[in-house]
Nanobody, 124 residues
Framework: QVQLVESGGGLVQAGASLRLSCAAFGRTVSDYAMGWFRQRPGKGREFVAAITGSGGGLSYGDAVKGRFTISRDNGKNTVYLQMNSLNSEDTAIYYC?????????????????WGQGTQVIVSS
C-alpha cells in the first residue's frame, strides 16, 4: 500500500508560479512511476505529467508542455510539479498518482494509488 499526500495548492494570480508536492508513505516511491492529473470544474480527469521511477523518463500533457515540470526526490519520497505561467485554464484539483509497473502512462486507469488532491485556483 502507498499513501499519497499532496500539498502546495492555493490561490494565485495569472502569470504566477506554484509548486505542488506529493509525499509518499508506506513504500519506496522509486518503485513507482508517478503522475499528476487534474480535474477542472465540470470536466473529467486530465493527464498533466508523469515521471519514471528513476526520473529518467518524462511525459507531459499538451496543455502544460513548456510551462510545467515534473521532478522527484526519491531520497525524500516526494514528487513535485513546478507550474509556471499559470492561467485561468489551470484552475483545477490536482491529484498525484503512483503506477506499480514503473512505466510512463497517461491513462488514469493504469495508476494504482491516488492522493486526495490539492486545489489550485488561478485568478485572471
Amino acid at each position: 500500500q502507498v499513501q499519497l499526500v499532496e500539498s502546495g495548492g492555493g490561490l494565485v494570480q495569472a502569470g504566477a508560479s506554484l509548486r505542488l508536492s506529493c509525499a509518499a508513505f508506506g513504500r519506496t516511491v522509486s518503485d513507482y512511476a508517478m503522475g499528476w492529473f487534474r480535474q477542472r470544474p465540470g470536466k473529467g480527469r486530465e493527464f498533466v505529467a508523469a515521471i519514471t521511477g528513476s526520473g529518467g523518463g518524462l511525459s507531459y500533457g499538451d496543455a502544460v508542455k513548456g510551462r510545467f515540470t515534473i521532478s522527484r526526490d526519491n531520497g525524500k519520497n516526494t514528487v513535485y510539479l513546478q507550474m509556471n505561467s499559470l492561467n485561468s485554464e489551470d484552475t483545477a484539483i490536482y491529484y498525484c498518482a503512483a503506477e506499480g509497473s514503473g512505466g510512463l502512462t497517461w491513462s488514469e486507469r493504469d495508476y494504482d494509488y491516488w492522493g486526495q488532491g490539492t486545489q489550485v485556483i488561478v485568478s485572471s
